[in-house]
T-cell receptor, first 114, second 109 residues
Framework: SQQGEEDPQALSIQEGENATMNCSYKTSINNLQWYRQNSGRGLVHLILIRSNEREKHSGRLRVTLDTSKKSSSLLITASRAADTASYFCATGLAGGTSYGKLTFGQGTILTVHP | DGGITQSPKYLFRKEGQNVTLSCEQNLNHDAMYWYRQDPGQGLRLIYYSQIVNDFQKGDIAEGYSVSREKKESFPLTVTSAQKNPTAFYLC????????FGPGTRLTVL
């Protein structure tokens, strides 16, 4: 299995601070995605970075991908209490019956204190 | 509104019973997926379907069955062969980016 591993498992910060979460994976990938899950809800897609990209931005989110180290990081800048959620990385393969299939990490629980 | 729906939100099953979880999407996606999530854990893939009338086993398919007779629908049956079915079940659709339903929480009594 190429399931990703996320670090840290839990992160607690104050509003206004930046939050950084890391994801490592084991095999070659086509893309890496980050999702957010509020407690007891479905997941929401945040951002996708392809294997030939190194950095991507979306609003307060910044994602980096280092394919040589098989790792990615998600940075949330100027965090808000509403950012409190679990964050998951997911890796996607290319081609064949694996196309579209994602493998999820264990997640990082982020708590932002007002 | 476009989206993906799951029903019921909560489901209680007696041991030995089969139960079916509903998943419907109106996003016109060919691909649909079923995941299981246990407390404090990530998602594990049960089954996925890339096109109508075709589906593949995921990582934890034992004790589950699916059908894909219509593009919009991908129901999951949790059979009595699934020994530990209590979990949160999530349905998703989409080929690259996945869109998730709100989930069904299944509890075995």
């Amino acid at each position: 299995s190429q399931q990703g591993e996320e670090d840290p498992q839990a992160l607690s910060i104050q509003e206004g601070e930046n939050a950084t979460m890391n994801c490592s994976y084991k095999t070659s990938i086509n893309n890496l995605q980050w999702y957010r899950q509020n407690s007891g809800r479905g997941l929401v897609h945040l951002i996708l970075i392809r294997s030939n990209e190194r950095e991507k931005h979306s609003g307060r989110l910044r994602v980096t991908l280092d394919t040589s180290k098989k790792s990615s990081s998600l940075l949330i800048t100027a965090s808000r209490a509403a950012d409190t959620a679990s964050y998951f990385c997911a890796t996607g393969l290319a081609g064949g019956t694996s196309y579209g299939k994602l493998t999820f990490g264990q997640g990082t629980i982020l708590t932002v204190h007002p | 509104d476009g989206g993906i729906t799951q029903s019921p939100k909560y489901l209680f099953r007696k041991e030995g019973q089969n139960v079916t979880l509903s998943c419907e999407q109106n996003l016109n996606h060919d691909a649909m997926y079923w995941y299981r999530q246990d407390p404090g854990q990530g998602l594990r893939l049960i089954y996925y379907s890339q096109i109508v009338n075709d589906f593949q086993k995921g990582d934890i398919a034992e004790g589950y069955s699916v059908s894909r007779e219509k593009k919009e629908s991908f129901p999951l049956t949790v059979t009595s062969a699934q020994k530990n079915p209590t979990a949160f079940y999530l349905c998703a659709s989409g080929m690259t980016e996945q869109f998730f339903g709100p989930g069904t929480r299944l509890t075995v009594l």
